[in-house]
């Protein structure tokens, strides 16, 4: 297939791969370096050093997420039940059998490949609001198993509790070590992500967020865009999930609830869906608004929190990322056009309909 | 299984069904003719045991019946014309996500102005007690507990049961109200174009009807029968914040499992969640996943959900 | 099928390497240097520096339990207003070395979080209360889920963590935790007191139908409660587990209804045993008969605050507790006086537990002379203490940290029985802490090192 076959708003230029090595690299590398320094300037900022490792596994999380909504369209209410899936394998794997946390890694991944490959297989017969309320049915019902009858495998509500300290290679993964690891993860995911969006890949799955019924009727199978984007972001998630048991021995039921999927959504609309760096910088808020904000406001962040997902949503549909562009412009300076960031399906039921 | 077991779990699973049913009408109502997914709809039902509650309290109780559905049909109004107007022309995931952002403003706003735990909220002195059904008068014991308690003959079970009389109330208060949302829609012109415009609303477009102005008042109608929920239910779900979002996730499945925007559909959805949830009470472990499995079954089997028509809102 | 990917990029794949490659490299120069003395290689927050020390306290400010964290978070600030300015326990607890001006020469002072009765809300806020705060201990919790998962964090970070209000025979049984101390009692015990009184109350051939909230402590409970009743002679008909959190019990009481048993045992706490004992009697469990006998109810564990819940529909019915306040000796008084005074009604039990517990923490640093927690968990493991509101002598068992003393065996009161609000639990026997004790190797379980470990 070619780039001709997508007209209009994408943005030719994106999709070449041509763009300028020099340039993605040193994305790359002012990312890396910002990332890598946070245990430097977190706590500065009143953060510590558990928080900036909490970022770094949401961060991979949102990151995964965008490639899902930002990019393809498709808004998933379910994926807790990967970023869950996969923390529960990790935490079997610690408390059963190894410390070793490349096993965990390479298990909590294949679970997340057969969960994922099921959920999105059922999930996606169904498009828009459908697949928004499939995802979150299949991710509750996990969530109910797991409190009922597979409570002796997951400790139902008391959860998972490890003795264990994970270790790489037999080096114990504590602390900062956790931090760098989770830090080297988001860096690579992030890189991953880049190249997707730059790939004719990112471009197909952006054509289908624009017109989904362009791109079947042109002979595209869609579908397996679709489950691709979603299989690949649902790693994503487990490679979250697996972090996150590595930072703390313990899985939560929690972890599989929907309001970790709501999270998630939250972190990616306030940084701006779409853009890889907001749903990062929403992750960073939303953990920083979490645990330091919060003490600051008292009982009502939650109402506040809540407050400003719905003026984000209301106003500044691009997020964090269109608020920075738009200082950037009011400060004299130019800034690319970018359609805004949200799916841009538009909500004529016209269009959705025989794609069942 | 004994007649009276039976008859007890029917009760109790007519009676889950019902508030599941009410906010499930509301739901597909409204998505149905705006095609708009509302979570918010646990937080109108939330807003409605608050107010009922506040209502009953500070005067009576019968006030709180007339009063909350009517607030609720100002509030979906209001919610329409100020917000969801607003989100027609973005994208559909903008709406979810809006709605979703509300419902965690109201929970939080409900929890600050009322605090997090359980209000109690008093039955009136007509609706406490207990409701004795019969086959055999005699059998009844002389005490005026059961003596005095409203009673109903019914065929088919031995000697007598008892049932708490106030979720006797809710079945018939559901039934009453869905009795009556399926005569507007069927006789009145107003039912007409929103009949017509859940089947196809851009043929109605066509034809020149302004269906936005019909809009604000289904929203409103959503909202009242979540209003009217909260009034009778609220006694049964408690009045905490959080109950909004643990009623929206089954009432969504009803939805679903009855077919997107399936007035009917989604009334025989309640009413099998209900007995399912009753009947499978014993056995803890699928009670707690048995909407789900119902949900994934009837999926799988029916893409469409039971009563989902082909074409309708894919 | 097209689904092209054009090969992205080798050379894009090679500079992403590079970068991680690069920052691999960093040299990792923020290793905690936190380097104590003694035994053990990094120890939490010590040393304590400055004039103040922090404590953490980790309750429910939201959720089921909401009224019990309330009323801890109270009892916490009674007590570090008696550590540093003398006063309440502090006059009665036996031995002592606190001198009501702070713990060795340093002023308490502390922080609070909301631990939701969330497992992993509870590991948040107190990892934050450690990370950020520096909290040297922290306290708290209504519930054996958080309580469980506070231990595990404490023994990783070694930070003593004294357990607020879990009953749950885990916190000291599977799950003990060498940094964790318990002085509430657990499920056993009351199972220990209870069954003998059910079988004289209620016959010896009953037969029981439970609900159990599905965590930790339910099961717990019901096991316990299931053991000591068949022991008298009763039958257990069928323990179904209701969701903790669950607001409408109409179909389990159906169950129930339907069923052959004749006693209802509500393995419930806080909301939602106030809600699923509303709802029993809103179905006339209280006005029935079965197998030609008067349904009776039992709510093992009571709580003064659900007590006020549930208003008259607990009356008679059977339970235990921890403590009350209306217990008459010393220790109790002086706690009951301090707290009415500051606050205008009387504590709960769980209040009791916390303002104890970290009253004992304090003293057991003060006796050890240091804040290095293995010193303090060797003082007070074994330590028998008497004053801290009970009428005889209390011990921490050193081998699972349980504290035993006495427990009360209670009733609701009617209407007409009690003297004010908050009057509604009548002691009916005080069950001596000889008939509570049980041997250590009764559960199983590790208490693990004095330095932490994961």
Request: charged fraction near 15%.
């Amino acid at each position: 297939m070619s780039t001709e076959t997508v007209s209009g708003p994408v943005r030719p230029a994106a999709a070449t791969g041509t763009r300028s090595m020099g340039r993605e690299a040193l994305i790359l590398l002012v990312f890396s370096a910002i990332v890598l320094s946070m245990p430097f300037w977190l706590p500065l900022l009143g953060g510590y050093e558990g928080l900036a490792t909490k970022i770094m596994v949401w961060a991979i999380f949102a990151v995964g997420f965008d490639i899902l909504l930002g990019f393809t369209g498709l808004l998933s209410f379910g994926h807790a039940a990967f970023f869950g899936g996969a923390a529960y394998v990790t935490g079997y794997v610690f408390r059963d059998h190894t410390s070793e946390i490349i096993v965990a890694f390479i298990a909590s991944q294949l679970g997340v490949l057969v969960l994922a490959a099921a959920i999105g297989f059922l999930s996606l017969r169904r498009t828009g609001i459908y697949f928004s309320i499939l995802t979150l049915a299949f991710a509750e019902m996990m969530f109910a198993a797991a409190l009922a009858i597979f409570a002796p495998f997951t400790g139902g509500y008391d959860g998972l509790t490890m003795r264990t300290t994970p270790t790489l290679f037999g080096m114990p993964m504590q602390g900062l070590y956790v931090f760098y690891m989770g830090a080297i993860m988001l860096i690579f995911g992030f890189a991953v992500a880049r190249m997707i969006k730059n790939s004719a890949f990112g471009l197909m799955l952006r054509s289908i967020k624009e017109n989904p019924m362009r791109l079947q009727y042109t002979g595209v199978n869609v579908w397996a865009y679709k489950m691709a984007a979603f299989m690949i972001s649902a790693h994503f998630a487990g490679v979250a999930g697996f972090l996150m048991v590595v930072y703390e021995p313990y899985v939560a039921t929690k972890f599989l609830h929907w309001s970790t999927s709501g999270e998630v959504v939250i972190m990616s609309v306030i940084g701006g869906v779409g853009t890889l760096f907001g749903p990062i910088i929403g992750a960073g808020f939303l953990m920083y608004f979490e645990n330091v904000v919060q003490a600051a406001i008292g009982e009502q962040w939650k109402l506040v929190l809540g407050l400003v997902f719905v003026l984000v949503v209301i106003f500044l549909p691009g997020g964090f990322v269109q608020l920075g562009a738009m200082i950037w412009r009011a400060t004299g300076h130019k800034v690319r056009e970018r359609r805004h960031n949200v799916p841009d399906m538009e909500p004529d039921t016209q269009r959705e309909r025989n794609l069942g | 299984m004994d007649p009276n077991a039976l008859f007890l779990q029917l009760l109790t699973g007519l009676q889950l069904g019902a508030i599941y049913a009410l906010i499930a009408l509301g739901l597909t109502l409204i998505f149905g003719t705006l095609g708009f997914v509302n979570f918010a709809h646990g937080a109108l039902y939330v807003i409605a045991i608050y107010a009922a509650v506040t209502v009953a309290a500070n005067t009576n109780f019968l006030l709180a019946i007339i009063l909350v559905p009517a607030l609720l049909f100002a509030i979906g109004v209001a919610f329409e014309r100020g917000l969801i107007r607003h989100f027609y022309t973005r994208p559909h995931t903008d709406q979810i996500l809006i709605t979703f952002g509300l419902a965690i403003v109201v929970e939080e706003l409900m929890k600050w102005i009322f605090g997090a735990n359980n209000i109690p909220f008093t039955l009136p002195e007509w609706g406490s007690g207990l409701m004795v059904f019969y086959s055999d008068w005699s059998a009844v014991p002389a005490v005026p507990v059961f003596q005095e308690a409203p009673s109903l003959w019914v065929p088919f079970i031995e000697g007598f049961v008892t049932y708490q009389f106030w979720r006797v109330v809710l079945i018939a208060v559901s039934l009453v109200t869905v009795a009556g949302l399926f005569a507007l829609l069927q006789f009145t012109r107003f039912g007409l174009v929103v009949r017509a415009g859940m089947r196809d609303p851009e043929m109605l477009r066509f034809l020149g009807i302004n269906i936005a102005q019909k809009f604000a008042i289904v929203v409103g109608l959503g909202a009242a029968i979540a209003g009217i929920a909260g009034v009778f239910g609220g006694p049964i779900t408690q009045v905490t914040p959080g109950v909004g979002m643990a009623l929206l996730v089954p009432s969504f499945l009803v939805v679903v499992i009855g077919g997107m925007g399936s007035l009917s559909g989604a009334l025989i959805a309640a009413i099998l969640i209900g007995m399912a949830l009753s009947f499978s009470a014993e056995i803890a472990n699928l009670q707690q996943i048995v909407v789900y499995l119902i949900a994934v079954v009837v999926l799988l089997v029916r893409p469409r959900g039971l009563f989902g028509k082909k074409g309708v809102f894919e | 099928m097209k689904f092209t990917k054009r090969n992205a990029s080798r050379r894009q794949v090679l500079k992403g390497g590079a970068a991680v490659a690069g920052a691999l490299a960093t040299p990792h120069f923020f290793v905690k240097n936190a380097w104590a003395q003694g035994e053990c290689a990094t120890l939490g927050n010590f040393p304590v520096e400055g004039p103040e020390v922090v404590f953490g306290f980790s309750v429910p400010k939201t959720g089921a339990y909401a009224d019990e964290g309330a009323d801890e978070l109270r009892a916490q600030e009674l007590a570090v207003e008696h550590i540093n300015n003398g006063g309440g326990i502090l006059n009665t607890l036996q031995p002592l070395s606190l001198t009501g001006q702070g713990v060795l020469g340093k002023k308490v002072t502390y922080v609070s979080g909301d631990d939701q009765t969330n497992p992993d809300a509870t590991r948040q806020v107190a990892r934050r209360m450690i990370e950020r705060d520096g909290v040297i201990m922290f306290n708290g919790g209504s519930s054996s889920a958080t309580a469980v998962a506070a231990q595990s964090l404490a023994q990783e970070l070694g930070v003593v963590f004294m357990n607020g209000l879990t009953h749950a025979n885990e916190t000291t049984g599977k799950d003990r935790r060498r940094y964790g101390f318990r002085q509430f009692f657990n499920t056993h015990m009351t199972g220990l007191a209870l069954g003998p009184v059910l079988a004289e109350n209620y016959g010896t051939d009953r037969a029981a139908f439970h609900l159990t909230a599905d965590y930790n402590w339910g099961h717990s409970m019901s096991g316990s409660i299931k053991d000591a009743t068949e022991g008298e002679g009763w039958s257990t008909i069928n323990r179904v587990s209701t969701p903790l959190g669950a607001t409408d019990y109409s179909q389990f009481l159906t169950a129930f209804l339907n069923s052959d048993a004749d006693v209802l045992v509500l393995n419930h706490y806080g909301n939602d045993m106030v809600n699923s004992v509303t709802q029993a009697v809103q179905f006339g469990v209280r006005d029935m008969q079965k197998n030609g006998r008067q349904v009776e109810l039992v709510v093992p564990l009571y709580s003064r605050l659900m007590a006020q819940g549930a208003g008259d529909n607990i009356e008679g019915v059977f339970g235990t507790t921890n403590w009350n306040w209306s217990l008459d000796n010393p220790g109790a008084k002086a706690f009951v006086d301090s707290f009415t005074d500051k606050y205008g009604f009387p504590p709960s039990q769980a209040a009791h537990t916390c303002y104890v517990q970290v009253i004992l923490y304090a003293d057991a640093c003060e006796r050890a002379g240091t804040f290095y927690a293995p010193e303090v968990i060797r003082a007070l493991e074994g330590h028998e203490y008497e004053g801290d509101g009970y009428n005889s002598a209390s011990l921490y068992r050193a081998e699972d940290h349980q504290s035993f003393h006495d427990v009360f065996l209670v009733r609701g009161k009617s209407a007409s029985e009690r003297a004010s609000e908050f009057d509604l639990l009548q002691i009916v026997s005080e069950v001596p802490r000889s008939t509570v004790e049980y041997p250590v190797d009764t559960f199983e379980g590790e208490l693990g090192d004095y330095c932490p470990t994961a």
